[in-house]
């Protein structure tokens, strides 16, 4: 089915560790975001790639870094984990005049 | 930060009620939207309403728009067991990008709905 893919759906980190978090979207989307979630807090962008070839930051980057490898696919790395790192993590993609549309998201605990 | 309030944080009603929940946002937008969360699931776009618009219908859905009070509200009507969700408004705002661009969330309203 034709949405965005994220991968991993869970991970559970030690402080220090590194990981990268997938995204892939198969809509031909010009646009990618990252977004987490935390109770209580609503959906926070930490960077958004607005094309291939191009990325900037949101209101919560630091401790991230991204990677717009391809049109289809946006990933988000965590260079060393912190326990405030631990949250929920959105991928959305959209093109010019539509709305987002969003991945399940990738529930990260971090020890 | 330019983050939206929501209001109630929760709301629990019977099926066949109408459920309003409201968004206030702190500067002008260019447009503001709704989404929705099901349990362990990602967003999903409801409806947009412009900052020139006061309302807008989508089947059982209403919004309302007052940029003089920074305020939007939905209103779901004659609810059922499976509108049981948490729903965001989000808002674009000058220099975000294009229409459907960066968004900036509220902190949403969990809704439930018993049978």
């Known amino acids: 089915n034709a949405g965005v893919t994220q991968t991993p759906k869970f991970q559970v980190l030690k402080t220090g560790q590194s990981m990268t978090l997938q995204c892939a979207q198969d809509m031909n989307h010009n646009s990618m975001y990252w977004y987490r979630q935390d109770p209580g807090m609503g959906l926070r962008l930490i960077y958004y790639?607005?094309?291939?070839?191009?990325?900037d930051k949101g209101e919560v980057p630091n401790g991230y870094n991204v990677s717009r490898l391809n049109k289809r696919e946006f990933s988000l790395r965590l260079e060393s984990a912190a326990p405030s790192q631990t949250s929920v993590y959105f991928c959305?993609?959209?093109?010019?005049?539509?709305?987002?549309?969003f991945g399940d998201g990738t529930r990260l605990s971090i020890l | 930060s330019q983050q939206g309030e929501e209001d109630p944080q929760a709301l629990s009603i019977q099926e066949g009620e109408n459920a309003t929940m409201n968004c206030s946002y702190k500067t002008s937008i260019n447009n503001l939207q709704w989404y929705r969360q099901n349990s362990g699931r990602g967003l999903v776009h409801l409806i947009l309403?412009?900052?020139?618009?006061r309302e807008k219908h989508s089947g059982r859905l209403r919004v309302t728009l007052d940029t003089s009070k920074k305020s939007s509200s939905l209103l779901i009507t004659a609810s059922r067991a499976a509108d049981t969700a948490s729903y965001f408004c989000?808002?674009?705002?000058?220099?975000?990008?294009?229409?459907?661009?960066?968004?900036?969330f509220g902190q949403g309203t969990i809704l439930t709905v018993h049978p």
């Open positions: 790639s607005a094309s291939e070839g191009t990325t």
């Open positions: 959305a993609s959209t093109r010019q005049g539509q709305p987002q549309h």
């Open positions: 309403i412009r900052s020139n618009e």
């Open positions: 989000a808002g674009t705002y000058p220099g975000g990008g294009t229409s459907y661009g960066k968004l900036t």
